[in-house]
């Protein structure tokens, strides 16, 4: 047996192993990195070996009833992206067509390196000459525009103030391509309001030719993140295969410049995946999807073959990594679960729908070795899968059905959801408009300022799920993505339906100390009760009431990059309506200061002690993607009539209690100090506030019809102050905060519903 200092030295040695592996990792990558540079300087980065090949087919198109509920946001709002303009992340609507100050745009005003400007002369020359070229590099927010000559890797944007580097990401997904697909069918199908069908089809064409054109492949502010190459192929790939369904047809030349472009984006995506660091999130699972589509797309080849069984082997992995067993996902958001799940739902469509020779090469790439396999995630070794529903562990039906009810839980009636933690706005893949048209104060149909944009709604989701299942009590007013997701994956569906009696003792469950309570027992309360603790986060409703409380870990395995100083914090709903909303995310890296506002114990619904924060972070660029996780939140019960929860971010404990009785939600905080504290009440943008003339511990909120009164128990007064709201990544409104401010110990307060 070794002896204590022998167990020292070995651990020292392991160290020191460890530290030799990441430093020479590190050389490595730096060398890898500059004589990529060299080679990238030296010659046209555009493949030149590339030979020609024909892209699979997955999808069909969707029946024309499951377009028309959206049939006034297609009209109008491919008009608007044909004339190039654009909202993005809070930009409002932009021209977002390149202005050269001279010469016509056939001409070198793209300034892309010498190496690369013959090639992309000859691509921009097959674009018609009455389009417009989209400008690619430009924050239309701030005006700042990136060098077209920068060479990907050398890009920065954590120096630059006001700066929002997501505006030009954001635009070069091109999740507005689908769009013209359904304008195309439209069309097709005789409607006179939309134009002539092959419109539709030369804008695809000639967005793309001029998105290869302007951005050679790892030059540009378009290269300088994965997930958004990653993304920008999946919604090529989609419109691509939904126009050949539609009946389009491309010409050879164009086919010849797509197809050699989605080889790059895969080669791209494959040479720069997002999976170094502590943890593995949401950047490298749409690293893995769009190298799955990519390799789906592409015909087999050795280097294809190995893409394709790589990233069938990583997304079940991190399908594992990244979603709870209780389905919901470890960012501390629920904005990121619902985009990782979108990221999840497609992918795994995709794989169902893969036909035999894909399937082939998987089994082949197993048994041979020819992959960067880590290891089998078959249960059983040395299996073959006889078909693509074979895939699949048994265990991954379970988790995808578990995230579709915590996707489910999370939903209010009309399918919106409380922002808990980052919201960025983010999707994967966007077939049904995330615009509301809402025509007011007499503008003219056609106004952009009349479609409101919806970044909180589960429907979309839901209603993708429904595609992989074969029957699901799972509700949503859509059936568009039903039908795609349906048809991506061949009509194979998972071959599992959880008993609602085991998914309640999954979700229960999941990860509970022994000396936490968690019952869903019935009993005299109201109340539906739905425990997420892995999440850490509880639900409370009625037909009328969403009441949902956090408390749990902040993210990313204690890293909390995407939470928010949030313990004990709830969110509040009636009827429908937001009335006590968690306020957002605002913005990133282009103002941290907001990003660090936003993100606060002050902005969040729970009890601040004196100016201290739950959770600290450091300063920097990287502080604000990492929290020091110090409040070590614990759930000390959770039933159907009450909830208690505890945390010690402020170095002593703050214990919340929240009890349900009929129409009243009364709560006590206490916090054994006597020094300052405020508890905070964050009201929608739609709620105003009315204080009792009598009593100031009284305040009436009301939002459209309903009036809900809110009680200051212990007898300290409210006070009322200005705040903000942001209901969308780069979106940001006036809102109206209360709070009650005491030194006692234990504070009492309630909210009665009427």
């Given at each position: 047996m070794l002896n204590g200092f022998q167990v020292l030295i070995f651990q020292l040695k392991k160290y020191r192993l460890r530290l030799f592996q990441k430093v020479l990792s590190h050389l490595w990558k730096i060398f890898k990195q500059r004589h990529q540079k060299l080679c990238d300087d030296a010659r046209t980065t555009y493949?030149?070996?590339?030979?020609?090949?024909?892209?699979?087919?997955?999808?069909?198109?969707?029946?024309?009833?499951?377009?028309?509920?959206?049939?006034?946001?297609?009209?109008?709002?491919?008009?608007?992206?044909?004339?190039?303009?654009?909202?993005?992340?809070?930009?409002?609507?932009?021209?977002?067509?390149?202005?050269?100050?001279?010469?016509?745009?056939?001409?070198?005003?793209?300034?892309?390196?010498?190496?690369?400007?013959?090639?992309?002369?000859?691509?921009?020359?097959?674009?018609?000459?009455?389009?417009?070229?989209?400008?690619?590099?430009?924050?239309?927010?701030?005006?700042?525009?990136?060098?077209?000559?920068?060479?990907?890797?050398?890009?920065?944007?954590?120096?630059?103030?006001?700066?929002?580097?997501?505006?030009?990401?954001?635009?070069?997904?091109?999740?507005?391509l689908p769009l013209f697909v359904w304008a195309y069918i439209f069309a097709e199908n005789g409607d006179s309001d939309f134009e002539d069908?092959?419109?539709?089809?030369?804008?695809?064409?000639?967005?793309?030719?001029?998105?290869?054109?302007?951005?050679?492949?790892?030059?540009?502010?378009?290269?300088?993140?994965?997930?958004?190459?990653?993304?920008?192929?999946?919604?090529?790939?989609?419109?691509?295969?939904?126009?050949?369904?539609?009946?389009?047809?491309?010409?050879?030349?164009?086919?010849?410049?797509?197809?050699?472009?989605?080889?790059?984006?895969?080669?791209?995506?494959?040479?720069?995946?997002?999976?170094?660091g502590e943890f593995l999130g949401n950047h490298y699972l749409s690293n893995i999807a769009g190298l799955l589509f990519v390799a789906a797309y592409l015909p087999n080849s050795q280097e294809v073959d190995e893409w394709l069984t790589f990233a069938v082997q990583e997304l079940i992995k991190e399908v594992k990594n990244q979603f709870y067993q209780e389905g919901s996902n470890f960012e501390a958001s629920t904005c990121y679960h619902h985009l990782s799940a979108e990221m999840v739902v497609y992918a795994t469509a995709l794989i169902l729908g893969l036909p035999t020779n894909k399937l082939s090469v998987i089994n082949k790439n197993m048994c041979m070795g020819n992959t960067p396999i880590i290891e089998t995630w078959l249960e059983t070794p040395g299996f073959l899968a006889k078909s693509t529903v074979d895939l699949f562990p048994r265990w991954y039906y379970q988790r995808l059905h578990n995230i579709a009810h915590f996707t489910n839980s999370i939903s209010v009636a009309n399918g919106r959801f409380p922002q808990i933690g980052d919201n960025d706005s983010g999707h994967f893949l966007i077939f049904s408009p995330n615009y509301i048209f809402s025509q007011n104060e007499g503008r003219p149909i056609d106004d952009p300022n009349n479609f409101v944009f919806q970044s909180l709604n589960n429907n979309h989701l839901l209603a993708a799920i429904n595609g992989l299942f074969h029957n699901t009590d799972l509700e949503s007013e859509m059936n568009l993505e039903t039908e795609i997701v349906h048809s991506l994956a061949k009509g194979n569906h998972l071959p599992i339906d959880i008993p609602a009696k085991e998914r309640t003792s999954l979700c229960k469950q999941q990860g509970l100390p022994a000396k936490r309570r968690i019952s869903n027992q019935t009993c005299s309360s109201q109340f539906q009760f739905s425990a997420y603790p892995a999440f850490g986060l509880f639900i409370y409703r009625t037909r009328t009431v969403f009441f949902a409380i956090r408390c749990g870990d902040i993210g990313q395995n204690g890293c909390g990059g995407h939470g928010h100083n949030d313990q004990l914090s709830f969110v509040l709903f009636i009827k429908e309506q937001p009335i006590i909303v968690d306020p957002g995310t605002y913005l990133y890296t282009s103002n941290p200061a907001m990003r660090n506002k936003f993100r606060s114990t002050r902005m969040h619904n729970t009890l601040q002690l004196e100016a201290e924060e739950q959770n600290n972070w450091i300063s920097g660029y990287r502080g604000l993607f990492r929290m020091e996780h110090k409040s070590r939140a614990e759930v000390i019960s959770a039933t159907p009539e009450e909830f208690i929860g505890e945390h010690f971010g402020f170095h002593r404990k703050h214990n919340r209690s929240v009890r349900f009785d009929d129409n009243t939600i009364v709560v006590q905080d206490e916090c054994n100090t006597l020094k300052n504290k405020c508890i905070f009440f964050h009201l929608a943008p739609d709620v105003s506030l009315t204080f009792d003339d009598i009593k100031p511990t009284k305040l009436i909120l009301k939002n459209k019809d309903l009036n809900i009164k809110l009680y200051s128990d212990s007898g300290e007064s409210f006070e009322a102050f200005d705040s903000l709201y942001s209901r969308g990544y780069g979106e940001i409104e006036k809102s109206k905060k209360v709070c009650i401010k005491s030194t006692a110990q234990v504070l009492s307060w309630h909210i009665e519903l009427i």
């Open positions: 493949e030149t070996g590339f030979s020609e090949a024909a892209l699979n087919h997955y999808y069909t198109t969707p029946p024309l009833n499951s377009l028309r509920p959206t049939r006034k946001q297609i009209l109008q709002l491919t008009k608007l992206f044909r004339a190039h303009r654009f909202n993005l992340l809070g930009s409002g609507w932009q021209d977002c067509n390149y202005h050269p100050s001279s010469e016509n745009w056939h001409g070198k005003f793209h300034r892309v390196n010498t190496q690369n400007t013959s090639e992309s002369e000859r691509i921009r020359g097959m674009i018609d000459n009455d389009y417009n070229p989209i400008d690619w590099y430009q924050d239309f927010k701030s005006g700042y525009r990136w060098p077209e000559m920068l060479w990907y890797a050398a890009i920065s944007y954590e120096d630059k103030a006001d700066v929002e580097i997501k505006i030009p990401w954001e635009l070069a997904r091109m999740q507005h069908k092959t419109i539709y089809r030369k804008e695809f064409e000639n967005q793309a030719l001029d998105f290869v054109s302007s951005n050679p492949p790892r030059f540009g502010v378009n290269w300088a993140c994965t997930m958004d190459v990653a993304i920008r192929i999946v919604n090529w790939l989609t419109a691509y295969d939904l126009f050949r369904a539609a009946g389009a047809r491309f010409g050879r030349e164009f086919e010849a410049v797509f197809i050699r472009s989605v080889y790059e984006h895969g080669r791209f995506i494959f040479n720069n995946l997002e999976n170094k």
